[in-house]
């Protein structure tokens, strides 16, 4: 609670004196890719969800794939390319993560004073529901490193897929989700934070949750911002059903805090696996030119869907696609995606690619760990570990390489083949006359 409160102090402070602007752009606002996490482990049966969802999307937008090694790439590449989807329009990111909801652990983007900077929300799986979350945790500041951009971090557990923005001073979230993550921060201490670290005016809460929704209650399952002006909010068909009026009180909040208020159906529940979805369409990603919703298999009502967010996105291309899989397990189309809004002019300069030394992992380690980098181009690399001296231990690659992705292993020992004992040392990698560091911790 105290590091809450000195946040918001902290905050409140800066933004007075510095008379520093912020605004989170609209989903709708002009992109530079979409960011996503390749289901792994338990997650794998995703895999044919997120291929129907790559297959799509790298028409109109680069797709950044997070993988967690060379070999999990080649894996994913060939599953991809078995499945007939191709490669074309995919950058692949050696990071290690936990699981592939980026909504949620990824980075909010905000522009403050012109320029794009990276926010750092905790994340602890959704109420520490689904152990381990700690790589997943600590994604967005990787991002933002990736991306040459600053990361703010913050102290609140806050869950991307829970907030809205309109990108003109608005934003919607979902209180029982909020509520249940911060349980000793109250709603209007919440709001303060939020106001200061997004720049917003008008916070809108939604004040109940579907009673099966694994996630608390997400506001993107609920309602959706079409435009500055105006909301989708979902509306259940079956009036008697047991959660219809969480989405007619919130079409209600909605519309009361002066925003107009459209609705899509819940036509009815789909069998799927040995388990009942309810089938909702609002869980959409806005794209470059396109709209990219969760679908259900059944023509009659994903094709009413489609036609509905024709109606919201004129000039968009609308896709309804298949992701029933993703679905019962919590989430959509919306969830495993983060999309990136384009950089300003100033800022264009720090994409261009330079030689990359990604986290080692393990690490700590003990005996072994895998050293990954990325070269932008052909050209001479050298990698080589040093101590907390700048003593050189042992040179792990010093060739010519192939631009991309590149994959060595260190076993804790100097060029003589000798152990190294306990401590942190540092890889670096030099590169067409720049260096870039990282630090290995060997636990003996």
């Not at 980075?107 to 926010?119: C, K």
């Not at 059944?298 to 996105?313: C, G, S, T």
């Not at 231990?393 to 190294?420: D, R, Y």
Request: with cysteine.
């Amino acid at each position: 609670m105290k590091k809450i409160l000195a946040l918001m102090l902290v905050l409140t402070v800066a933004i007075s004196v510095n008379a520093e602007t912020r605004r989170v752009p609209a989903e709708w606002e002009t992109q530079t890719g979409i960011w996503m996490q390749w289901p792994k482990g338990y997650e794998t049966s995703y895999q044919p969800d997120f291929c129907r969802i790559i297959d799509v999307l790298q028409e109109y937008e680069t797709i950044h794939m997070i993988v967690r090694s060379i070999s999990a790439r080649n894996q994913a590449q060939s599953y991809i390319l078995n499945q007939g989807v191709s490669l074309g329009n995919i950058e692949w990111h050696i990071l290690q993560y936990n699981a592939s909801w980026l909504r949620d652990n990824g980075p909010i983007y905000v522009i403050v004073d012109g320029e794009i900077v990276v926010q750092d929300w905790v994340f602890d799986a959704w109420g520490e529901q689904y152990p381990p979350w700690a790589e997943d945790d600590a994604i967005p500041c990787q991002i933002a490193s990736i991306l040459n951009l600053q990361c703010e971090s913050f102290d609140l557990i806050v869950e991307k897929g829970n907030l809205e923005f309109n990108g003109a001073g608005a934003m919607i979230v979902s209180w029982p989700c909020q509520q249940n993550r911060n349980p000793d921060v109250s709603m209007a201490e919440q709001e303060i934070i939020f106001q200061d670290a997004f720049g917003v005016s008008d916070v809108i809460w939604l004040m109940s949750a579907p009673a099966e929704e694994l996630t608390g209650g997400h506001t993107d399952g609920i309602a959706r911002f079409i435009n500055e002006t105006t909301v989708a909010v979902v509306r259940y068909v079956d009036q008697n059903d047991d959660d219809a009026q969480v989405y007619e009180e919130a079409a209600t909040i909605i519309a009361n805090a002066g925003f107009n208020v459209e609705r899509i159906d819940m036509p009815g529940y789909v069998s799927y696996s040995g388990t009942q979805l309810q089938a909702g369409y609002v869980n959409w990603l806005v794209t470059e030119n396109a709209v990219i919703a969760t679908g259900f298999n059944i023509p009659v009502w994903d094709n009413a869907a489609k036609a509905r967010i024709e109606q919201f996105f004129p000039g968009r291309d609308v896709h309804v696609i298949d992701t029933r899989e993703i679905w019962r397990w919590g989430g959509g189309v919306h969830c495993v995606t983060n999309d990136k809004p384009l950089l300003n002019i100033s800022s264009v300069p720090l994409e261009i690619k330079t030689a990359k030394l990604l986290l080692n992992h393990p690490n700590p380690f003990n005996p072994m760990t895998t050293l990954s980098f990325d070269l932008p181009s052909d050209g001479f690399a050298k990698l080589e570990i040093v101590d907390a001296t700048g003593s050189l231990i042992k040179v792990l690659i010093n060739e010519f390489s192939a631009e991309g992705l590149h994959e060595v292993t260190w076993n804790g020992c100097n060029s003589l083949s000798q152990p190294m004992s306990s401590g942190v040392y540092y890889s670096r990698l030099s590169f067409n006359g720049e260096v870039d560091s990282g630090r290995v911790v060997l636990v003996r």
